[in-house]
C-alpha cells in the first residue's frame, strides 16, 4: 500500500503526520520527496547507511559539427537554449533552466552535435529509522525542479513489499502531481484556518482531477472550530483524524522529538480506515 500525505501550503503539519503515521506502522518505509526542504530526518533521526549522489541529464553542444539550425532552442518548452546563426554561430545554454527533457537532442539532425552528459543536482540518502526504511531526496541549492529526482525515489527506491509512506512537497505543482500519482491513497492536510482551508480546497481539485482515493487529517484541531469539518461534510470528503492544537506538541516539535509513541494507536486508526476505504 502506498500513501501520500501533502498539504496545499508548507507548515502546515504533513511532515508531523507522515512520521506518526510511519512510526505506527509494522512494516513501514518513509519516503521523503520534499527535496527543496526535506525534514522528516529532524524527528526520525535515520542513521544514514549510504548517501548516493543524483544526476540529471543535460545537452551538451559541438559547435565544430553543429548547424546551428535552432531546432533543438525550437523544442526547449523551458528556452534554456539560445542559437545564433550566421554570423555569430553560437549557442548558449543555461543550465538553470533546464528540465532534462531530452527534447533537444531528440531533435538535433546532426549526430553528434548535441550529446547529453549528466550533471548533479542532488542527492539521495538512504537508512534506517529503528523499524523504518528511511529514504530522502536532496535537491542542491539552486536547482530547477525535484520532479525527476522525486520520479527516481518512487521508481527506484521504493519496496512494494512494505506500507509507503510518501511525504509529499507542499502546494500543486507537478513535484506534488509526480509524488501522489499512483498511489492507493491521499491524506490532504489542513489547518482550521481560512489560509488553511483555501490551500486544502486547491488540493482537492488537484486529487479528484487525478481521479485519487483522498480523505482529510485536520492538524491543530479545536472543538469549537469547524472550518474544515463543514467543507468536508458539504464535499463528502471524510476525516480521517483530528490532531489536536497542543502545547505539548509544538514544545516536541521544536525540540525535534515528535510524541510518537502518546499517538500510535491513533494512527493505527488512520491506517484501518485508509485499509477500508481502498
Same mark, same amino acid.
Given at each position: 500500500m502506498k500513501i501520500a500525505i501533502t498539504s496545499g501550503k508548507g507548515g502546515t503539519g504533513k511532515t508531523t503526520i507522515s512520521t506518526m503515521l510511519a512510526y505506527s506502522l509494522d512494516n513501514p518505509q518513509y519516503i521523503d520527496c520534499d527535496a527543496e526542504e526535506p525534514n522528516g530526518h529532524l524527528f526520525l533521526k535515520p542513521k544514514i547507511e549510504k548517501t548516493i549522489p543524483y544526476t540529471e541529464l543535460v545537452p551538451q553542444i559541438n559547435e565544430d559539427i553543429c548547424t546551428f539550425c535552432g531546432k533543438c532552442a525550437d523544442a526547449c518548452a523551458y528556452k534554456a537554449l539560445v542559437v545564433m546563426g550566421e554570423p555569430l554561430k553560437?549557442? &548558449?545554454?543555461?543550465?538553470?533552466?533546464?528540465?532534462?527533457?531530452?527534447?533537444?537532442?531528440?531533435?538535433?539532425?546532426?549526430?553528434?552535435?548535441?550529446?547529453?552528459? #549528466?550533471?548533479?543536482?542532488?542527492?539521495?540518502?538512504?537508512? %534506517?529509522?529503528?523499524?523504518?526504511?528511511?529514504?530522502?531526496?536532496?535537491?542542491?541549492?539552486?536547482?530547477?525542479?525535484?520532479?525527476?529526482?522525486?520520479?527516481?525515489?518512487?521508481?527506484?527506491? &521504493?519496496?512494494?513489499? %512494505?506500507?509507503?509512506?510518501?511525504?509529499? #512537497?507542499?502546494?500543486?505543482?507537478?513535484?506534488?502531481?509526480?509524488?501522489?500519482?499512483?498511489?492507493?491513497?491521499?491524506?490532504?492536510?489542513?489547518?482550521?484556518?481560512?489560509?488553511?482551508?483555501?490551500?486544502? %480546497?486547491?488540493?482537492?481539485?488537484?486529487?479528484?482531477? &487525478?481521479g485519487l482515493n483522498f480523505g482529510i487529517i485536520v492538524n491543530k484541531h479545536e472543538e469549537d472550530n469547524g472550518l474544515i469539518e463543514d467543507y468536508a461534510q458539504q464535499e463528502s470528503i471524510p476525516i480521517l483524524y483530528r490532531l489536536p492544537f497542543s502545547k505539548d506538541i509544538a514544545k516536541s516539535y521544536s525540540n525535534g522529538a515528535l510524541p510518537f509513541e502518546k499517538y500510535k494507536n491513533d494512527f493505527k486508526g488512520v491506517i484501518k480506515q485508509i485499509e477500508e476505504r481502498i
Open positions: 553560437k549557442t &548558449m545554454f543555461f543550465d538553470e533552466l533546464c528540465h532534462s527533457c531530452g527534447a533537444c537532442a531528440y531533435v538535433c539532425p546532426v549526430e553528434g552535435a548535441l550529446i547529453e552528459v #549528466p550533471k548533479r543536482v542532488g542527492e539521495i540518502r538512504v537508512g %534506517k529509522a529503528g523499524h523504518i526504511d528511511f529514504v530522502m531526496g536532496l535537491l542542491d541549492v539552486g536547482q530547477a525542479s525535484a520532479t525527476q529526482l522525486i520520479a527516481t525515489l518512487k521508481r527506484e527506491y &521504493m519496496d512494494d513489499s %512494505k506500507t509507503v509512506i510518501l511525504d509529499s #512537497p507542499p502546494g500543486t505543482s507537478c513535484t506534488v502531481v509526480e509524488t501522489i500519482d499512483g498511489v492507493d491513497f491521499v491524506i490532504l492536510v489542513a489547518e482550521p484556518t481560512p489560509f488553511g482551508l483555501s490551500d486544502l %480546497k486547491l488540493s482537492v481539485e488537484l486529487v479528484r482531477d &487525478m
